[in-house]
């Protein structure tokens, strides 16, 4: 699963997601909930929402020591051999003798080779430190990969994210949306726990005590699809919006305001900027 962009918690739980998840595909047969994850210090596996999911799967989280690449020397293995083995074969390739090449592939087909790298060359040679094929000694000793009971129960785990809400009598509110469902009426004034899908939060999932309650929709996206991303970068250009309206509404009062007040205040302002003159002081003679 190829992302472009910066990495991010969404990226790793959907490569998270096709780790865990039997693939469909011939050549593929590794799957299963690891017991440890070796990640690097990058902010997409140090975030909170990481850290959820290895509570909710039951996996721990080794983090590499800083500055030392070794300790990171299988995953680095791996890159190295893609880099010189699939990506330098294709078109568009980024090389010493051609620093702008006129890009060819798209995502999907980059993506379609790097699987099929994987499928057809790299799990089905020998491969120097285990003297094997990786699909023969995935199947090797015939054991079962832990998996969870359903891939709804994944993806619910994977690629939603919890928040702390109250219910009010109109539903839940949450980044300007207002979620309703009518089993939701006998909650109203207590805490639920929402999680929702950042790449579609028009629908979230309610939980009460850690038991499932139901789902919610925004009743004015119910035809549409909207992301986090839209939903934050709508709110950030609305704030610059507000504050450049009242960045021009400060230099307009600015700007007229000296001419627009009262005699009456002006006065008042001008008699302010004199010193207040203090009363004089009395000395008197004292009898000896």
């Known amino acids: 699963m190829v992302f472009l962009g910066a990495p991010s918690a969404m990226n790793t739980a959907l490569a998270l ?22 990640v690097d210090h990058g902010s997409d596996f140090t975030s909170h929402h990481l850290a959820q999911t290895a ?5 721990e989280i080794t983090y590499s020591t800083i500055a030392r690449p070794q300790g990171r020397g299988k995953i680095e ?13 294709l078109p568009g390739h980024l090389s010493p003798g051609n620093r702008a090449p006129e890009p060819v592939l798209t ?41 969870p009971a359903s891939i709804e129960e994944l993806n619910l785990l994977l690629l939603t994210i919890p928040r702390p809400r109250i219910v009010h009598r109109d539903g839940v ?47 004015t996206h119910e035809t549409s699809t909207l992301t986090l991303k839209e939903i934050q970068s709508a709110r950030a250009a609305r704030r610059r919006e507000l504050r450049s309206q009242i960045n021009e509404h400060i230099a307009v009062v600015a700007e007229y305001l000296p001419d627009a007040l009262p005699p009456r205040v002006r006065r008042n302002e001008n008699s302010r900027a004199e010193p207040a003159k203090l009363p004089a002081l009395r000395i008197y003679e004292e009898d000896d």
């Open 17 to 38: 997601r096709q780790g865990i998840w039997p693939k469909a595909v011939s050549g593929w047969p590794m799957c299963g909930i690891p017991d440890v994850l070796y």
């Open 173 to 219: 509110h949450f980044l300007g949306l207002r979620y309703l469902s009518p089993l939701l009426a006998a909650y109203v004034g207590e805490q639920v726990i929402i999680r929702y899908d950042p790449r579609d939060i028009t629908e979230i999932r309610i939980f009460h005590k850690g038991r499932y309650l139901c789902k919610a929709g925004d009743p």
């Open 55 to 59: 509570m909710d799967l039951h996996f």
């Open 77 to 89: 293995r791996f890159f190295g051999t893609l880099n010189t083995e699939l990506l330098a074969e």
């Open 107 to 147: 995502l999907p087909e980059l993506d379609d080779a790097v699987g099929r790298f994987i499928t057809g060359t790299y799990h089905r040679r020998t491969h120097s430190e285990i003297n094997s094929t990786p699909n023969r000694a995935w199947i090797a000793d015939g054991w079962l990969p832990r998996l």
